[in-house]
């Protein structure tokens, strides 16, 4: 992959899981935890996808083939820096939410 290829595919994957993390919050704030389990599982998938990419970038800049770094570059990696983060943050908002939503005296 040219280093564009390699920017608008880790700006799609982390897009994508930042995406599928604020759907599984919605679902959480309606007691919908399966849907919302489900979305995080696929925003998973998607940081898994971008985090192959850019793990790739890394092997072959430790084998001395060294990367350009761009603003596009720079870029990317803060798109999946921020999914990451809304991911985490969000699962910790869900865990929330299963303390609100749960029967009193009830477990999940």
């Known amino acids: 992959m040219d280093l564009e290829q390699i920017v608008f595919t880790i700006i799609s994957h982390a897009g994508n899981a930042k995406s599928n993390s604020f759907e599984a919050l919605k679902h959480a704030k309606e007691g919908n935890f399966k849907e ?37 570059l720079v870029h990317a990696e803060d798109h ?3 999914a990451i983060l809304a991911k985490e943050l969000i699962t910790e908002i869900i865990e ?13």
């Open 80 to 82: 999946l820096m921020n």
């Open 36 to 72: 919302a389990e489900d979305c995080l599982k696929k925003a998973g998938e998607e940081l898994l996808q971008a985090h192959h990419v850019q793990t790739d970038m890394i092997h072959k800049e430790a084998r001395g083939e060294k990367q350009e770094v761009t603003l596009l």
């Open 96 to 108: 929330l939410y299963k303390i609100i939503y749960q029967p009193k005296g009830g477990n999940f």
